[in-house]
């Protein structure tokens, strides 16, 4: 029977790009194991949050320095003291060295956390980064070291309570806690159930093509644009920003409407000298790939902070509409238009001493991300 399923599952024809593909699925087992972190933070779960690190993993946390074992004890009784968290990561890029068991990762995270104050309890928003080094161990990959650099973050005291007469969501949806408290808990173990339920039925003829690993292969170099473009935007970083687009490519921002490499140098140039910090997180991108052409769209939160003595915090959230191309074997922008949904401005409230421990994020060739992908010769930086 196990020679009959091999053969029905073996595909049609030899497969070119089976290296590649590889490398696609450590790509998502790591993706995996970053998700899985999140997700142990944010439910108070020990043992969840311990299994995203290899056992004799070290974290840098700037309020924590150590091993990773004595972080979890520290931040799942933080945890379970307080009220839920939320911790959305987005702006994954990765990048492999030595034999392949070795990798690289740089994460957006905006973590939203409530802590009780003097003057009552004060709801936060934080933005940062991730810097991550991991390593393929014992059959999975694991974190073996991270470090935290902390960019932005939003300090309001918690609102009032909604009104009686007004529409109080809080009380009509599925409500988050830690541990066996979540509802999430209890609707992911009913959709394993359900999906364990259909294996059974699973059809053991789906073949895998050369057309549909390179479809698989353009979706992740094309992801890789979209967060390269982020990384190049809040670091400052023109040379960078520049490589992502082909010669002929244009933007088109309102503010900017050209050639994208002068809105290279333009917008870095403009950042340097008008704000403090900027940063770009993507989700929801939508890919329509054909062949050697691409279309996307890609929804964007951005904060840009003034600099000055009384700074402002200026949050967008729109969406990119990108049109992409494959030359020579290489994708890249040939097109790339924002759409502003919505804004927000308001004064800074980022002058928190508790946030004095942390390392901070910069332009380039400052900020630590530009150290943490040169110390391995073996590793490239991302693009």
Sequence with gaps: MADMATAECAPAEPVKNRSALGALLDRRAIEACLAVHSRGVDRADPALLASAYHDDATVDYGFFAGLAAELVDVLVA??????????????????FGGNGNEARSETYCIA????????GPVQRLVG???LDRLAFRDGRWAIGHRQYVLDWSINRPTSVAWPEQAFAIETRVPAGGHAARDTGLALLT?????????????????????DAIDELIARQEISELITG??????????????????PDASVVTGVFNGRASDFAQEITGWLRANAKLTCHTVSNVWLSIRGDRAIGESYILGLNRDIGADPQDHIAGG???????RRDGTWRFSERVFVMDWNINQPSSDADPMYDCYQRGGYAPNDPIYAFWQTEPNMETPR
């Design 190 to 210: 009913a959709s394993a159930a359900w999906r364990d339920a259909g294996e059974k039925e699973k059809n053991m003829s789906l073949s895998v093509t050369d």
């Design 78 to 95: 933080a945890q379970r003291a307080g009220e839920s968290t939320l911790h959305r990561t987005s702006n994954i890029s990765i990048q």
């Design 319 to 325: 969406r990119y509409l990108d049109r992409f191309e």
């Design 229 to 246: 473009y982020s990384r190049a935007v809040d670091r400052a970083d023109a040379g960078a920003l520049t490589a992502l687009f082909h």
């Design 128 to 130: 940062g980064r991730y």
């Design 112 to 119: 939203y956390v409530e802590t009780p104050e003097v003057d």
